[in-house]
């Protein structure tokens, strides 16, 4: 199974800074022949399912913000937030759907300083 | 609108069965693939299943594989979990979500509560 491991666990980030989120998967995602790299990030808000925020390790979905933007590839992903709003505050998992089993990360709780 | 509504959840014995539902409608349901993703109380997710749009391929998590069979019927756009020999560490919240773009989860249910306990 791919282990996708997620730093830090927790972070706290003022208003208007910026908050990055690591994931690191146990090996490559990135399928050669077509050159993408497998690997989506949600956000889960208190109280609510999880929500999908970037797919392909760097598309935005539709409808969200542009300050919310992913990078990496193969094993070693980002996803940072910048300019953090309120409503930023969740917990942020990243997983890879190049094979099964589907693997989560850990959680990364974003709150405000 | 998009929905999936999940239901079946609810307090079980330790080795007993139960089924979960996800009924869907705004979206085209067979084409797409379809999961179950739980969530523990105060952790994190968990991927249990998935199912292709035709049903003909069928993925399971090693901590559910052997006890849980996914299914769907098309003509009624429902999923459903079967989940047999349940244990206390099955017990979670269980989201059904849709898959329409080639793997991710782009559209998640509210979930419904399955607590195992004697």
């Known amino acids: 199974d791919i282990v996708m491991t997620q730093s830090p666990d927790s972070l706290a980030v003022s208003l208007g800074e910026r908050a990055t989120i690591n994931c690191k998967s146990s090996?490559?995602?990135?399928?050669?022949?077509?050159?993408?790299?497998?690997l989506a990030w949600y956000q889960q808000r208190p109280g609510q399912p999880p929500k999908l925020l970037i797919s392909?390790?760097?598309t935005r979905e539709s409808g969200v913000p542009d300050r919310f933007s992913g990078s990496g590839s193969g094993t070693d992903f980002t996803l940072t937030i910048s300019n953090l709003q309120a409503e930023d505050v969740a917990v942020y998992y990243c997983?890879?759907?190049?094979?099964?089993?589907?693997?989560f990360g850990q959680g990364t709780t974003v709150e405000i300083k | 609108e998009v929905q999936l509504v999940e239901s079946g959840g609810g307090v079980v014995q330790p080795g007993g069965s139960l089924r979960l539902s996800c009924a869907a409608s705004?979206?085209?349901?067979?084409?797409?693939?379809m999961h179950w993703v739980r969530q523990a109380p105060g952790k994190g997710l968990e991927w249990v299943s998935l199912?292709?749009?035709?049903?003909?391929?069928?993925y399971y998590g090693n901590s559910v594989k052997g006890r849980f069979t996914i299914s769907r019927d098309n003509s009624k756009s429902s999923l459903y979990l079967q989940m047999n020999s349940l244990r206390a560490e099955d017990t979670a919240l269980y989201y059904c979500?849709?898959?329409?773009?080639?793997?991710?989860?782009?559209?998640w249910g509210q979930g419904t509560l399955v607590t195992v306990s004697s």
């Open positions: 979500a849709k898959d329409c773009a080639a793997g991710t989860l782009d559209y």
């Open positions: 705004g979206f085209t349901f067979d084409d797409c693939a």
């Open positions: 199912i292709t749009w035709d049903g003909v391929s069928t």
């Open positions: 090996r490559s995602v990135l399928y050669r022949s077509n050159s993408k790299n497998y």
């Open positions: 392909w390790a760097s």
């Open positions: 997983q890879q759907y190049y094979t099964t089993p589907r693997t």
